[in-house]
């Protein structure tokens, strides 16, 4: 495996999650079975480790033996003290029980850190119970420390104990390990050392090209949100560089809610003469619907408002503008497809409703009809982890043919004077849970909740209705565009994938 060769493979895998790590991995293994370099294979013989090392067991001081203050010689606990390649010493002692020498390979042996190995070097170190400190007497150290990184995982399954577990001497000992001749051991080690190398500088490549990249993309995301113009909608959509579809969804939820997404026309009846007629027409609406409205929620104070609106737009409290806030049904599913559909809090996925792994409840319970829910209801999950709780979706479906479980909470709107497909993009834009959902989460047994009085108090920007259809339209024609970059972007990883799993497997198939 000639250096060329190692870079213009990795250039057409660098994509690959995790590609650097999966080369480091290729080059131990190559190494370890005699296919990195020209060698004589036949002379390679299977060997227990125990006939060509000496093997050295670390013993405990007590906290009286051992010191920060650097006097006497470094001592070793364990993993916690191991560097990348060599120990980093925080403690110190001037009465060592057991001591390891520079160059001596240190192996973890209890923990969670098995088989983990750094290099001695420096000077004498004493070393505790945890570290075991293998010593050469016929090998290679450097060759064996290859054979270890390569055995780690094999090791970590050896592991016992229910406390602690760790393994033994026996099996360190016992562990069979391949070994070619000295000279040969030589050659292989000052290859690996070389691709490692290499590897190390591709990783720096890619370190840098990720830093120019999240660069652009802040500059990216900034433009598009100063400007959000057609012109500059190339500049979230580019060959050059990938923005992660999470940060462009947040973007263009954020920019929905500021009235940045589309112009304002000044034809539009302002916000505040729609609120004027709905506080009007809504009682009425309700005793049409046979529903009770939500109760009446305080004004809201300038000073709370998350940000500033375009003239025509206005902040409300969802409580002043919908005609049924409640809570689902406490009635148990089951899986009695002939029963009504129960859309739990699994089912809102990304501002949607999806129709995955529905419950059913009988359709002679109690709540029904009045839960049954309606084409254009919001739905918003109350209780869930703190992460989760709060996220909401919209139902499209046909009207009284399914419901909602208890820890989801129901918001409907005025069609005639509101569309809830604007409200569901500003209950799932950043700001709304920043600053509405976060402050008033109460915590309790590992579960976070948000009851319905607090989201009637939530507070909702309000453009004009017409204004209200062109931003859904252009959030649809933009989410669109993200859904496309993301199944993109997914199927040239595992493209990138592929070929990786298909290079590793030419190399190593090839004796």
Request: charged share 25%.
């Amino acid at each position: 495996m000639n250096n060329d060769w190692f870079f213009e493979k990795f250039a057409l895998i660098a994509d690959a999650p995790g590609a650097v790590d999966r080369m480091r991995e290729l080059v131990l293994q190559l190494a370890c079975t005699g296919q990195l370099i020209r060698g004589e294979i036949g002379q390679w013989k299977e060997v227990a480790l125990g006939d060509v090392i000496e093997l050295i067991s670390g013993q405990h001081l007590l906290a009286h033996e051992h010191n920060e203050e650097q006097r006497g010689i470094p001592y070793l606990t364990g993993p916690s003290d191991f560097g990348e390649k060599h120990p980093e010493p925080t403690r110190w002692t001037e009465h060592p029980k057991v001591i390891a020498e520079p160059g001596d390979i240190l192996i973890t042996v209890k923990g969670s850190g098995v088989g983990k190995t750094n290099v001695l070097v420096g000077q004498k170190t004493a070393i505790g119970r945890q570290l075991m400190a293998i010593r050469t007497n016929s090998a290679v150290s450097d060759f064996l420390l290859i054979l270890l990184k390569r055995a780690a995982t094999q090791l970590q399954d050896a592991k016992t104990g229910i406390a602690i577990p760790g393994i033994g001497r026996r099996e360190i000992l016992g562990l069979k390990i391949p070994l070619p001749p000295l000279a040969e051991q030589k050659r292989i080690v000052a290859k690996v050392e070389e691709l490692m190398g290499l590897c190390d500088e591709l990783e720096a490549r890619q370190q840098e090209r990720e830093l120019r990249k999240s660069v652009l993309v802040r500059s990216s995301l900034s433009r598009f949100s100063e400007s959000p113009t057609r012109e500059n909608l190339g500049y979230l959509f580019h060959n050059s560089y990938d923005i992660p579809p999470s940060e462009l969804r947040k973007s263009i939820l954020t920019l929905a809610v500021q009235g940045k997404l589309v112009p304002q026309d000044p034809n539009d009846e302002p916000a505040a003469e729609l609120i004027d007629r709905l506080e009007l027409e809504r009682e009425s609406l309700a005793t049409e619907l046979g529903v009770r409205l939500p109760k009446k929620v305080l004004p809201i104070n300038d000073d709370s408002n998350p940000h500033a609106l375009p003239e025509t737009w206005r902040w409300s409290r969802i409580g002043q503008l919908a005609l049924v806030i409640d809570y689902g049904t406490s009635q148990k599913a089951n899986n009695d497809t002939l029963g009504v559909p129960v859309y739990r809090m699994g089912n809102i996925v990304g501002g949607r409703l999806i129709a995955d792994g529905l419950k059913y409840v009988d359709p002679s319970i109690d709540d029904l009809p009045s839960l049954f829910l309606k084409t254009d209801d919001i739905l918003f999950n109350r209780t869930n982890s703190y992460e989760l709780v709060g996220k909401a979706g919209i139902f499209t479906g046909p009207d009284n043919v399914a419901t909602f479980a208890s820890y989801l909470i129901r918001i409907r709107l005025p069609s005639n004077f509101l569309l809830s497909s604007f409200f569901n993009i500003a209950m799932n834009a950043p700001y709304f849970r920043r600053t509405q959902i976060e402050p008033e989460v109460v915590q309790q047994c590992g579960q976070a909740n948000f009851n319905g009085t607090k989201l009637a108090s939530t507070i909702v920007p309000v453009p004009p209705l017409a204004e209200q259809h062109r931003i859904v339209a252009k959030v649809d024609q933009l989410m669109a565009l993200v859904d496309e970059l993301e199944r993109q972007q997914a199927a040239s990883r595992e493209k990138a994938s592929n070929l990786l799993d298909a290079i590793v497997h030419n190399m190593t198939s090839s004796a």
